[in-house]
């Protein structure tokens, strides 16, 4: 694949991605290892979609651990959003600062209607 093909594939997208930090949700992740981290967890989200999302962390889960994920939105009383997901994709990155950082990709299964509006609403 050329740098030409490369840049068009990566314009092509499944759907349309928001910036996680211009929504007014708040992340909570479960899995099932959790309890095993050495330190305290740090998460910071990257960007949503329809399909998945991607988020920082210094903590690697395991490729295809199931998460349990949840979505409060600051402006709203609902109570939070359920999703569940697998982890489909792990980068790790080395920050120099004795610190290893890991992008983790996670897709979205069964996606329930309500939370496929709300996504949807965010990303247009």
Do not use: C
């Amino acid at each position: 694949m050329d740098t030409m093909e490369k840049s068009e594939h990566l314009e092509k997208r499944k759907s349309s991605r928001a910036v996680f930090q211009q929504t007014n949700w708040i992340l909570s992740l479960q899995w099932a290892l959790e309890n095993t981290l050495a330190h305290p967890p740090r998460i910071q989200p990257i960007n949503i979609s329809l399909h998945g999302m991607k988020i920082l962390a210094n903590f690697k889960i395991p490729l295809f651990e199931i998460v349990k994920i949840q979505l409060l939105d600051k402006q709203s009383k609902d109570l939070p959003l359920q999703v569940q997901g697998k982890v489909v994709r792990v980068e790790e990155t080395d920050t120099g600062k004795r610190e290893k950082l890991y992008g983790l990709a996670l897709e979205f299964e069964n996606l329930p209607a309500e939370v496929q509006k709300k996504i949807i609403a965010l990303t247009d």
